[in-house]
């Protein structure tokens, strides 16, 4: 039995790749067994078992990035984490430790650099995050999404990947289906506005400006996820009342989504990257202002030099984001175009490709 740990968390772009990793390695070999490691009360402690894995915790986070007392309970944090750590490898034994990013990955990565554990690194962004960046050194290889993060790491062992997806990102959607799942008009343009599960105030905000333009433009739709948060301030807004408008405060088939939408505005998590090369979705990119090291600009200028994307300022978005999606939503040779550079760079086989490296790790 081949044992492998895959550590780290805390967001989605984290989390989701981590499982589709550890589903590309199930269905390669019947006789492994996976356990995660997460961070506690983040997000990986419900989604990983509700993908039928077991998880451990670790009480870790992040430092501040000014100085803070807060600081000196994260640091007694990191210390016991790395206890834990330490308990929680000897006890699992494992032939291999994946880390994907994350406060928890961290303390794990750092053991098994201690106890000489074959170690893989899967970094997501354009930009490394620190945890990753300091462990570099330690892998046996780093796999990578975006050419220009190789400059960030001291290894030679660099492998472009691409990011793992979710599986039914790479399923075959029927178009008529997902227009009947959320009861869109086929013959209208469908323009897509994706905040997240917890939504974008920004782009929020150009959508609810933005009432009498659709209300002037009877041939295009919109399918809205405003983000839990948002709501109830949407939904009281009587733009929520337009028939060709749809809300909803977060959207679980997002390959559903992807699939309706002729042009989507995002975020620019590389999750989301990922799933829209996959799934050859047109787009315009508004990076958050409010992420580590400004890595979703990164990610979005990364699409931008290789146009497979466009690119929004999020301090830019409130004046010229709804202009510059009607005018995409209207140009189908920029879209044409679009969609072509989204097809050459999307590798729709990273997860397996990630797992069989993983695999070759184990003596």
Same mark, same amino acid.
């Given at each position: /039995?081949?044992?492998?740990?895959?550590?780290?968390?805390?967001?989605?772009?984290?989390?989701?790749?981590? #499982?589709? @990793?550890?589903?590309?390695?199930?269905?390669? &070999?019947?006789?492994?067994?996976?356990?995660?490691?997460?961070? !506690?009360?983040?997000?990986?402690?419900?989604?990983?078992?509700?993908? =039928?894995?077991? @998880?451990?915790?670790?009480?870790?986070?992040?430092?501040?990035?000014?100085?803070?007392? *807060?600081?000196?309970?994260?640091? +007694?944090?990191? /210390?016991?984490?790395?206890?834990?750590?330490?308990? !929680?490898?000897?006890?699992?034994?494992?032939?291999?430790?994946?880390?994907?990013? =994350?406060?928890?990955?961290?303390?794990?990565?750092?053991?098994?650099? +201690?106890? %000489? !554990?074959?170690?893989?690194?899967?970094? *997501?962004?354009?930009?490394?995050? @620190?945890?990753?960046?300091?462990?570099?050194?330690?892998?046996?290889?780093?796999?990578?999404?975006?050419?220009?993060?190789?400059?960030?790491?001291?290894?030679?062992?660099?492998?472009?990947?691409? &990011?793992?997806?979710?599986?039914?990102?790479?399923?075959?959607?029927?178009?008529?289906?997902?227009?009947?799942?959320?009861?869109?008009?086929?013959?209208?343009?469908?323009?897509?506005?994706? =905040?997240?599960?917890?939504?974008?105030?920004?782009? &929020?905000?150009?959508?609810?400006?933005?009432?009498?333009? !659709?209300?002037?433009? *009877?041939?295009?739709?919109?399918?809205?996820?405003?983000?839990? *948060?948002?709501?109830?301030?949407?939904?009281?807004?009587?733009?929520?009342?337009?028939?060709?408008?749809?809300?909803?405060?977060? #959207?679980?088939? /997002?390959?559903?989504?992807?699939?309706?939408?002729?042009?989507? #505005?995002?975020?620019?998590?590389?999750?989301?990257?990922?799933?829209?090369?996959?799934?050859?979705?047109?787009?315009?990119?508004?990076?958050?202002?409010?992420? $580590?090291?400004?890595?979703?600009?990164?990610?979005?200028?990364?699409?931008?030099?290789?146009?497979?994307?466009?690119?929004?300022?999020?301090?830019?978005?409130? /004046?010229?984001?709804?202009?510059?999606?009607? $005018?995409?939503?209207?140009?189908?040779?920029?879209?044409? #175009?679009?969609?072509?550079?989204?097809?050459?760079?999307?590798?729709?086989?990273?997860?397996? &490709?990630?797992?069989? %490296?993983?695999?070759?790790?184990?003596?």
């Amino acid at each position: /039995m081949i044992k492998v740990l895959i550590s780290g968390g805390g967001t989605g772009g984290h989390v989701f790749p981590a #499982i589709a @990793i550890a589903d590309a390695i199930k269905e390669m &070999n019947d006789h492994v067994e996976i356990l995660f490691v997460g961070a !506690i009360g983040k997000l990986e402690m419900t989604e990983v078992p509700k993908a =039928g894995y077991k @998880i451990e915790g670790l009480k870790v986070a992040g430092f501040q990035r000014k100085l803070s007392l *807060q600081n000196i309970i994260v640091l +007694w944090k990191l /210390m016991t984490s790395l206890v834990r750590a330490y308990q !929680i490898v000897n006890r699992f034994a494992p032939d291999v430790v994946v880390g994907v990013g =994350g406060y928890a990955s961290g303390p794990v990565m750092r053991v098994a650099a +201690w106890k %000489r !554990i074959p170690l893989l690194i899967q970094e *997501q962004n354009s930009y490394p995050g @620190i945890t990753n960046r300091l462990m570099a050194s330690k892998a046996n290889v780093i796999c990578v999404a975006f050419p220009d993060v190789i400059k960030y790491f001291n290894n030679k062992h660099i492998e472009i990947t691409g &990011n793992p997806v979710r599986k039914n990102m790479k399923s075959s959607v029927s178009k008529m289906e997902a227009y009947k799942y959320f009861n869109l008009d086929p013959n209208k343009k469908t323009l897509c506005f994706f =905040g997240g599960s917890l939504g974008a105030r920004t782009i &929020n905000d150009v959508v609810l400006a933005a009432k009498e333009s !659709i209300m002037n433009r *009877q041939d295009i739709q919109i399918l809205w996820q405003c983000g839990r *948060q948002y709501e109830e301030r949407v939904k009281q807004d009587s733009i929520s009342e337009l028939s060709q408008v749809h809300v909803y405060a977060f #959207i679980d088939k /997002m390959d559903f989504a992807y699939a309706v939408a002729d042009v989507a #505005i995002t975020r620019a998590g590389a999750l989301t990257i990922s799933e829209l090369a996959v799934t050859e979705t047109v787009s315009i990119l508004v990076p958050s202002p409010n992420v $580590a090291e400004d890595h979703q600009r990164k990610n979005a200028e990364a699409m931008t030099t290789i146009y497979a994307a466009k690119m929004v300022l999020d301090a830019d978005a409130r /004046m010229v984001l709804w202009e510059s999606a009607i $005018a995409l939503l209207d140009d189908n040779e920029q879209q044409k #175009i679009l969609k072509t550079n989204l097809q050459n760079m999307a590798k729709p086989d990273a997860a397996k &490709n990630i797992a069989k %490296r993983v695999l070759s790790l184990v003596a």
